[in-house]
């Protein structure tokens, strides 16, 4: 089914539909991430999400630039996981309205899961550790 035909046969209005650009991240570049967009948006998405793997924003940036003017512009969806020294303000200002924080909760919450293995292993049982991390 393409993207048209499965936004005419969608149910509701509370269902939403963000084609995700991968142009920058397989170095096909601006000139194609934005026809992708074009296209995404003429078929019916209601958002785009742009990607990349750079470790400052830029190549974002210069696509929000381009893609602020379109005329049927959706709102934009970024995950800015490599470049992850950008403040969310600095996202907003380029006309991000979307910021998708994928796994950095997970990633946080290894070492303590760690610790929390290590400690179960060292006292054979869980109580004592559970009892430790949990005041709730």
Same mark, same amino acid.
């Given at each position: 089914?393409? %993207? *048209? +035909? @499965?936004?005419?046969?969608?149910? *509701?209005? /509370?269902?939403?539909? @963000?084609?995700?650009? +991968? *142009?920058?991240? %397989?170095?096909?570049?601006? /000139?194609?991430?934005?026809?992708?967009? $074009?296209? &995404?948006?003429?078929?019916?998405?209601?958002?785009?999400?742009?990607?990349?793997?750079?470790?400052?924003?830029? +190549?974002? @940036?210069? #696509?929000?630039? *381009? &893609? $602020?003017? #379109?005329?049927?512009?959706m709102p934009l969806i970024v995950v800015p996981s490599t470049f992850d020294k950008t403040y969310e303000k600095d996202l907003e200002k380029n006309g991000i309205n979307i910021v998708i924080y994928a796994n950095q909760l997970i990633r946080s919450a290894i070492p303590s899961m760690q610790k929390t293995a290590e400690n179960i292993l060292k006292n054979q049982r869980s109580f004592d550790e559970v009892r430790i991390n949990n005041d709730f």
């Amino acid at each position: 089914i393409s %993207l *048209s +035909e @499965f936004c005419v046969c969608t149910i *509701s209005s /509370d269902i939403k539909i @963000f084609a995700r650009i +991968e *142009s920058l991240i %397989l170095n096909k570049g601006l /000139d194609d991430a934005l026809q992708r967009a $074009n296209a &995404y948006i003429n078929a019916g998405a209601d958002g785009i999400m742009i990607h990349s793997k750079k470790k400052t924003p830029n +190549e974002v @940036f210069a #696509f929000c630039k *381009s &893609y $602020n003017k #379109f005329k049927n512009r959706m709102p934009l969806i970024v995950v800015p996981s490599t470049f992850d020294k950008t403040y969310e303000k600095d996202l907003e200002k380029n006309g991000i309205n979307i910021v998708i924080y994928a796994n950095q909760l997970i990633r946080s919450a290894i070492p303590s899961m760690q610790k929390t293995a290590e400690n179960i292993l060292k006292n054979q049982r869980s109580f004592d550790e559970v009892r430790i991390n949990n005041d709730f």
